[in-house]
Nanobody, 120 residues
Framework: QVQLVESGGGLVQPGGSLRLSCAASGFTFSTFGMSWYRRAPGKERELVAVISSTRGSTHYADSVKGRFTISRDNAKNTVYLQMNSLKPDDTAVYYC?????????????WGQGTQVTVSS
């Protein structure tokens, strides 16, 4: 069975740091692009960061550039989101997504989400 399990969320003060992890299983992790999304209360879902399946190219939302870093460890089937200089506006449920685009089939898998709260 496919599983994406996020962890590492919690309560942190403004300016603090947090590292989210997403442990994947049930599919060929190295062939999937991985992304982090977030949804804040009353807001649309936002793409936060992407890392490709091949070269590991990364892209970030303007709102997190310079503060967040996405990375992956294919040997561990895990993708990470290092979040620094956190702001109250970063408060959201963060979701891990795996995406595969093949010649015949396409797949998108989502994790259950982990809550990040930035507050003093």
């Amino acid at each position: 069975q496919v599983q994406l399990v996020e962890s590492g969320g919690g309560l942190v003060q403004p300016g603090g740091s947090l590292r989210l992890s997403c442990a994947a299983s049930g599919f060929t992790f190295s062939t999937f692009g991985m992304s982090w999304y977030r949804r804040a209360p009353g807001k649309e879902r936002e793409l936060v960061a992407v890392i490709s399946s091949t070269r590991g190219s990364t892209h970030y939302a303007d709102s997190v550039k310079g503060r967040f870093t996405i990375s992956r460890d294919n040997a561990k089937n895990t993708v990470y989101l290092q979040m620094n200089s956190l702001k109250p506006d970063d408060t959201a449920v963060y979701y891990c997504k795996a995406g595969y685009r093949g010649a015949v089939r396409q797949y998108d898998y989502w994790g259950q989400g982990t809550q990040v709260t930035v507050s003093s």
